[in-house]
């Protein structure tokens, strides 16, 4: 009996030491942790649990056989974060570059089955070569195995994605299909083709960082949604960014403790610039709005004009998309849309309210914005919001104009409630461009045209630059005095907390993509 024991503690310890000292010394003079060490950052103290610790790789081809390792370069298991269960994989570059196998796809698959079945999110902490390049084709059906189970998990469970190192070629598909990417600085990066096929190709000359380091794509693609420090920032961003999700789409996010106390919130009302022209910081408005410091942006770098992110308001989780005025004057253009559009379907699938905090002047004009599609995406954030049905609300603290006003949370295409502050304009488009359109005989015939002009963009403004048509029709519930919004959201959302509200019956639905 002891010598069995003793036996299983040998194959623990190969195990544990994953490709060998050596290796790891590399990976660490990287910068980077080992698989297990992430884990062990990630999870509550001991609450991991390891599968398949002793899989080992079936390849014959190049020798292989002679070439083994306890696990096959993936750690794979299941713990707690905060108390609550995740399924985790770790990818151990540490043996054959943590590239993918048969076995090693088939570790990853088993964990995600299994999150789908008990109904708990997985994270995946991605460190990889890509295909095992001794395995070919096996290798590459481990990845479309995986890839199936991303989208059979889509909607039902969170799948969150580390990037901890290299991730390139099709491996790049599974982490993009799940809900969250984070990328950590200067040691992560995520191509379909790296920089020697691109030279080949189409002759540019570009680092692996300036092609698909953490920057690029929290900047210019928006693949990933954060772009961390550290490896230790993108483990704390894993943890904060599910507390605010529930463990499955039959769940809604639990409440933290919340005292209730005066939510009234005066620098509100101090908060707009006395010219509807000039920019404000929008999380200034939402750091008021919500609990304190629980805002957590999401692409906070990407697509500037909007901010989305999870905050909790009175300790229940929210998902808010708000403009930004003080980039681009808050405008929708085409990755703004995208980039909402998502967000707003990741919190209807997780039962996450959705706040929209509306100061939009309309769509970006232009051939660029136009050829790049325009139309389609707009539309995308237009179908996100009218398929939720979780409790929305939108403020309107002061610009709502042309087809946005619709886009953006209206109460026509579905919220629930829609408040708008005192200093609110909603109308088909801003006084001056109205009036040189709808008197335009009369401007040009005056005798002092600019004048004429000034005269009838304070007309159309006195009739429209406010919020008092709307609320006249009920497309404005209330208007509320701007420190009151907090102490009026929390009501309502309690209000809402039971909302049940069913879709057409339908396959699926088809979103202009
Ligand atoms: C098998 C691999 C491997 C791979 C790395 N290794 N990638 N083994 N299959 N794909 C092994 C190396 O042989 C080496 O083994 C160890 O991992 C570390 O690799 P190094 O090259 O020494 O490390 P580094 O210098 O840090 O470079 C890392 C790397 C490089 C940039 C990832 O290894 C590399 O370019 N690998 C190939 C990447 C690639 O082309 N993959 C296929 C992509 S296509 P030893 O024994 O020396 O420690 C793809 C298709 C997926 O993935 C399609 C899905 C649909």
Not at 1 to 19: C, S, T, Y
Not at 370 to 395: D, Q
Not at 452 to 461: D, F, G, I, N, V
Request: charged residues 20%; hydrophobic residues 40%; negative net charge.
């Amino acid at each position: 009996m002891r010598n069995k024991i003793e036996q299983l503690q040998d194959k623990i310890k190969m195990a544990h030491a994953g490709g060998g000292a050596e290796r790891i010394a590399a990976q660490h003079k990287k910068g980077k942790l080992t698989a297990r060490e992430r884990i062990h950052f990630l999870l509550d103290e001991n609450s991991f649990e390891e599968i398949g610790m002793m899989v080992t790789h079936r390849s014959t081809d190049f020798g292989m056989e002679r070439e083994k390792y306890l696990g096959d370069g993936v750690v794979t298991g299941y713990g707690n974060i905060n108390g609550r269960l995740v399924y985790v994989f770790s990818q151990d570059f540490t043996v054959f570059g943590g590239s993918l196998s048969e076995t090693h796809a088939e570790k990853i698959c088993r964990i995600m089955e299994m999150a789908m079945k008990n109904g708990a999110p997985v994270v995946g902490l991605n460190d990889s070569g890509g295909a095992r390049i001794q395995e070919g084709v096996v290798s590459l059906g481990g990845y479309a195995d995986i890839f199936y189970r991303n989208v059979q998990a889509s909607g039902v469970i969170p799948q969150l994605s580390a990037i901890m190192g290299p991730c390139a070629g099709g491996a790049v598909y599974s982490p993009s299909i799940t809900d969250f990417i984070l990328m950590v600085e200067h040691t992560s990066y995520m191509f379909v083709t790296g920089p020697n096929v691109v030279k080949t190709v189409t002759h540019e000359e570009v680092s692996s960082e300036d092609l698909g380091g953490a920057s690029a794509h929290a900047t210019k693609s928006g693949v990933t949604h954060f772009a961390c420090a550290n490896e230790m920032d993108a483990i704390n961003h894993v943890k904060k960014l599910l507390s605010y999700m529930p463990q499955n789409c039959e769940e809604i996010p639990s409440p933290l403790p919340y005292t209730a106390s005066d939510e009234t919130r005066p620098a509100l009302n101090v908060m707009m610039p006395e010219n509807a022209n000039q920019p404000y910081d929008v999380r200034e408005v939402i750091a008021e709005i919500a609990d304190a410091d629980s805002f957590l942006e999401v692409h906070k770098n990407f697509a500037e004009n909007i901010v989305v992110g999870f905050a909790r308001l009175a300790g229940r989780s929210i998902g808010i998309v708000a403009n930004q005025p003080a980039y681009l004057a808050g405008v929708l253009d085409n990755n703004a849309s995208i980039k909402s559009a998502r967000f707003v379907r990741f919190c209807d699938c997780f039962n996450i309210p959705l706040l929209v905090l509306e100061d939009v002047p309309g769509f970006l004009p232009g051939t660029d914005q136009e050829w790049n599609g325009i139309i389609t995406n707009g539309a995308k954030l237009l179908y996100a919001f009218c398929e939720a049905t979780v409790p929305r609300i939108t403020v309107i603290t002061r610009k709502a104009y042309g087809g946005a006003y619709d886009v953006m949370n209206s109460k026509h295409i579905g919220a629930d409630l829609n408040y708008a502050w005192p200093t609110a304009e909603i109308a088909v488009m801003g006084a001056k461009g109205a009036a040189e359109i709808i008197f335009k005989k009369e401007i040009t015939a005056a005798e002092h045209p600019q004048e004429k002009w000034l005269e009838k963009e304070k007309l159309y403004s006195d009739i429209f630059a406010n919020p008092y048509r709307a609320a006249e029709r009920g497309f404005v519930d209330e208007v509320i005095e701007p420190a009151q919004t907090r102490n009026k959201l929390i009501k309502a959302f309690k209000m809402l907390e039971n909302k049940a509200v069913s879709l057409p019956r339908k396959k699926h639905g088809n979103i202009p993509l």
